[in-house]
């Protein structure tokens, strides 16, 4: 890859340029990182341009020109600009992702305590909701038990009524027939008295 390869080359340059303005050859050092700022603008990573414009304006203040040197130091002030700029919006674009985050947590925290509260809420509407209909389960069930109990107490007492009416028909009954066959007893006494007595007199008148 192209861009990789100048990356390489222009770190490979800024140390020989570093090296050589440590050991004050100012004007090798020039030439290595003049060579080395084309990689370096290939690559576009502006931490090594801004390294890069930094030795420079400062090898240049060496060789007394201050021209270059003032140049080379106004590319740097821009380039470490735009690098501040891109780390402050890099930074801000950080808090407010995190604020955003945040706030997200937070509505969401709130939103599960709501939907807790919700349960919670619903829970014992439902508890109050089973207790109503336990109590009137429990208000049918002494209703119907009590209608029940009536019941069986009005049907036993019509069947004793009636058991005590049909006694009674049945006590009236016997009666009666006690009273016809002591009529139907008398009444055949009569019919055996007279016939004895028609017999007695028959026998009693000579034949003519």
């Given at each position: ?70 140049a080379y130091h106004q590319k740097y ?76 107490f009005f049907n036993r007492f019509k ?50």
């Amino acid at each position: 890859m192209d861009w990789q390869n100048d990356c390489l080359q222009a770190d490979l340059y800024q140390a020989l340029g570093q090296g050589y303005l440590q050991q004050r050859q100012y004007t090798q050092s020039i030439i290595h990182l003049k060579e080395g700022l084309s990689f370096a603008q290939a690559c576009g990573n502006l931490s090594d341009l801004e390294q890069f414009y930094a030795d420079l304006s400062e090898a240049s203040q060496k060789t007394n020109n201050f021209q270059n040197a003032l140049a080379y130091h106004q590319k740097y002030a821009m380039v470490h600009d735009s690098l501040l700029q891109a780390k402050n919006s890099q930074e801000l674009l950080a808090m407010r992702t995190q604020f955003e985050t945040e706030e997200k947590e937070k509505a969401i925290h709130l939103l599960q305590k709501e939907q807790k509260l919700q349960s919670l809420i619903l829970l014992n509407q439902k508890s109050e909701l089973r207790r109503k209909e336990f109590y009137l389960i429990g208000l049918l069930l002494i209703v119907g038990t009590g209608a029940l109990l009536f019941w069986l107490f009005f049907n036993r007492f019509k069947l004793k009524k009636r058991a005590e009416q049909l006694e009674m028909k049945n006590q009236k009954i016997e009666l009666e027939q006690k009273h016809l066959k002591a009529s139907q007893q008398l009444e055949m006494a009569k019919l055996r008295s007279g016939f004895f007595t028609d017999l007695s007199h028959e026998l009693r008148t000579p034949l003519s």
